[in-house]
């Protein structure tokens, strides 16, 4: 048997935060606002992991009202949601996502994206996968205000 889950996040652009995305920091932003680190993407895939076990969401585990999460590193909350769903008996096979953003252009960057959420779960890099778009200058992503992120993940049961 397996576990399908999805995950999805928005965050508000904040051009005087530093940008992180997929645990990589990435030096031309925009940053983005949040309590976190504001890693849209780890986001989007810790709630997808949580969704496939039924175990809830990032909120539940990590409440934005909760001072101790300030600036925390989002890779954290996504080796929560691993351990979590590793003592329901899952783990994970495989990683699909994709960041919407108007800037900077992701291209780059993926690779490293994918090696760091390879390093952060476990997962060989070649069942991660990460996808970039734009909104064609449509919405609140194509205006510049926010970047978006959605994550599908596969759990299989553990070995
Ligand atoms: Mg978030």
Redesign the pocket.
């Known amino acids: 048997m397996m576990r399908i889950g999805q995950g999805e996040?928005l965050?508000r652009i904040d051009d005087g935060r530093t940008l992180v995305l997929g645990g990589v920091i990435i030096e031309e932003g925009p940053g983005l606002a949040?309590h976190?680190d504001?890693d849209?993407l780890l986001?989007a895939i810790t709630d997808a992991v949580l969704g496939a076990a039924a175990l809830g969401d990032?909120g539940k585990y990590f409440p934005p009202s909760d001072p101790r999460y300030a600036h925390a590193d989002s890779a954290d909350f996504l080796r929560v949601a691993l351990r979590l769903a590793r003592e329901a008996g899952w783990e994970v096979a495989n990683i699909d996502s994709t960041v919407r953003t108007e800037r900077p252009k992701l291209a780059p960057y993926v690779a490293h994206m994918r090696s760091r959420i390879a390093e952060i779960t476990g997962v060989e890099v070649g069942a991660v996968s990460v996808k970039a778009k734009t909104a064609e200058g449509l919405d609140a992503i194509g205006r510049g205000e926010a970047m978006a992120a959605t994550a599908v993940v596969l759990l299989q049961p553990l070995a």
């Open positions: 996040d965050h949040g976190s504001a849209v986001h990032i």
